[in-house]
């Protein structure tokens, strides 16, 4: 059985691996991934900051239109003060 290091795909391997001119197109293909990557997450980052700066200005002028007597605009709900009687006494001497 032949040895796995002297097949021919192993030497044509080991010829390309040790070649230099193999890391700049390696290199250049990282480099154009990582800026890819780096793209994406600075896109979702900001459309992240646009929408939350949006918000906070809402709340800002929603807080400014209370102070300046304005009505306050949303939703509320009326609640009811109820009283609840709760009996403490044993339930079992009682029947």
Same mark, same amino acid.
């Given at each position: 059985?032949?040895?796995?290091?002297?097949? $021919?795909?192993?030497? %044509? /391997?080991?010829? &390309? /691996?040790?070649?230099?001119?193999?890391?700049?197109?390696?290199?250049?293909? !990282?480099?154009?991934?990582?800026?890819?990557?780096?793209?994406?997450?600075?896109?979702?980052?900001?459309?992240?900051? $646009? $929408?939350? !700066?949006?918000?906070?200005?809402?709340?800002?002028?929603?807080?400014?239109?209370?102070?300046? !007597?304005?009505?306050?605009?949303?939703?509320?709900? $009326?609640?009811?003060? +109820? +009283?609840? &009687?709760?009996? +403490? !006494?044993?339930? %079992?001497?009682?029947?």
């Amino acid at each position: 059985m032949p040895d796995i290091s002297d097949t $021919v795909w192993s030497r %044509a /391997v080991q010829r &390309i /691996v040790t070649n230099p001119l193999w890391l700049l197109p390696a290199a250049v293909l !990282g480099i154009a991934l990582a800026s890819l990557f780096f793209a994406i997450f600075l896109s979702i980052f900001a459309a992240a900051a $646009v $929408v939350l !700066g949006l918000r906070f200005y809402w709340w800002n002028r929603d807080l400014k239109r209370a102070k300046d !007597g304005k009505t306050l605009e949303g939703e509320y709900i $009326v609640i009811e003060k +109820r +009283r609840t &009687i709760v009996h +403490r !006494g044993d339930d %079992a001497r009682d029947r």
